[in-house]
């Protein structure tokens, strides 16, 4: 397929778990799509994969028929009803939980093959696991979700320092996700950021915030996607403005 440029490669990250990463994912990658642009989603929360059921689809061939299989990433591309395309992976599997450097290094070196699209989503496990480490140092960019609960932010500031300290990464974007309103979502930003300039020494950049809304469980519940099934919501026009934020950081 030809390209002109390689994908634009982006981690959606966090410090803990329940924040609300993969609704964040899939929701941007179909934002993005209905814009026009070609996206690829991979589920790289490897052990735990839930897009899928988000989805309510049921691939076939996923993540650990790549890695325990001859399949090559290419094989198990599926398309979705959100617009992009995904590579599911397997959940409640034990082996791909705990993947070797190797079988690792394996998928991220697929991924960098891959052509054919303007963006890849790496929907990430949480936390600092050497395997969540991986994909994220794979990224052009890395997108750290948090919400307003403080061990959000603790745990967040801690994945951002350990990416800096140990890797020497100084640029992460932040979405504050499920906040009452714009204040607090900007409020719990400059939180984290002034720790991130006070003790890292550099800024954080921020790229939105994401309302609470009814859509949001309905949708999950429906295994709908919560932009398309509620066009016209409040969420529908955050993701509009974080996907905008998005198709900068792929410009500059």
Same mark, same amino acid.
């Given at each position: 397929? !030809?390209?002109? %440029?390689k994908?634009?490669?982006?981690?959606?990250?966090?410090?803990?778990?329940?924040v609300?990463?993969?609704?964040?994912?899939?929701? *941007? @990658? $179909?934002?993005?799509?209905?814009?026009?642009?070609k996206?690829l989603?991979?589920?790289?929360d490897l052990?735990?994969? !839930?897009?899928?059921?988000?989805?309510?689809?049921?691939?076939?061939? !996923?993540?650990?028929?790549?890695? &325990?299989? !001859?399949?090559?990433?290419r094989?198990?591309?599926?398309?979705?009803?959100?617009?992009?395309?995904?590579?599911? @992976?397997?959940?409640?599997?034990?082996?791909?939980?705990?993947?070797?450097?190797?079988?690792?290094?394996?998928?991220?070196?697929?991924?960098?093959?891959i052509?054919?699209?303007?963006?890849?989503?790496l929907?990430?496990?949480?936390?600092? @696991?050497?395997?969540?480490?991986?994909?994220n140092?794979?990224?052009?960019?890395?997108?750290v979700?948090?919400?307003?609960?403080?061990?959000?932010?603790?745990?967040?500031?801690a994945?951002?320092?350990?990416?800096?300290?140990?890797?020497?990464r100084q640029?992460?974007?932040?979405?504050?996700?499920?906040?009452?309103?714009?204040k607090?979502?900007?409020?719990? &930003?400059?939180?984290?950021?002034?720790?991130?300039?006070?003790?890292?020494? &550099?800024?954080?950049n921020?790229?939105g915030?994401? *309302?609470?809304?009814?859509?949001?469980?309905?949708s999950?519940?429906?295994?709908?996607? $919560?932009?398309? %099934?509620?066009?016209?919501?409040?969420? $529908?026009?955050?993701? %509009?403005?974080?996907?905008?934020?998005?198709?900068? *950081?792929?410009?500059?």
């Amino acid at each position: 397929m !030809n390209t002109k %440029s390689k994908p634009f490669i982006v981690s959606v990250t966090s410090g803990k778990g329940g924040v609300g990463k993969t609704f964040i994912t899939t929701n *941007l @990658a $179909a934002t993005l799509a209905r814009q026009g642009k070609k996206v690829l989603v991979a589920d790289c929360d490897l052990g735990l994969a !839930n897009i899928d059921i988000m989805l309510g689809i049921n691939p076939e061939l !996923n993540l650990k028929d790549v890695v &325990f299989g !001859n399949m090559h990433l290419r094989d198990v591309i599926i398309p979705t009803k959100g617009g992009f395309d995904l590579i599911p @992976a397997s959940s409640g599997v034990r082996e791909m939980a705990q993947l070797l450097f190797e079988k690792i290094q394996i998928i991220k070196d697929m991924l960098l093959d891959i052509e054919g699209y303007d963006l890849i989503l790496l929907d990430t496990g949480a936390g600092i @696991a050497e395997v969540v480490l991986q994909f994220n140092l794979l990224a052009n960019q890395n997108i750290v979700v948090i919400n307003k609960e403080l061990t959000s932010l603790t745990d967040a500031y801690a994945m951002v320092k350990v990416m800096y300290q140990v890797f020497g990464r100084q640029s992460f974007s932040i979405i504050a996700n499920n906040v009452p309103d714009e204040k607090n979502g900007l409020s719990i &930003f400059k939180n984290i950021d002034s720790i991130s300039r006070r003790f890292l020494g &550099f800024p954080l950049n921020y790229l939105g915030h994401v *309302l609470q809304d009814e859509a949001v469980g309905k949708s999950v519940l429906k295994q709908e996607i $919560a932009v398309m %099934s509620f066009p016209r919501s409040r969420i $529908a026009n955050n993701f %509009s403005q974080i996907s905008r934020a998005v198709l900068d *950081l792929k410009k500059a």
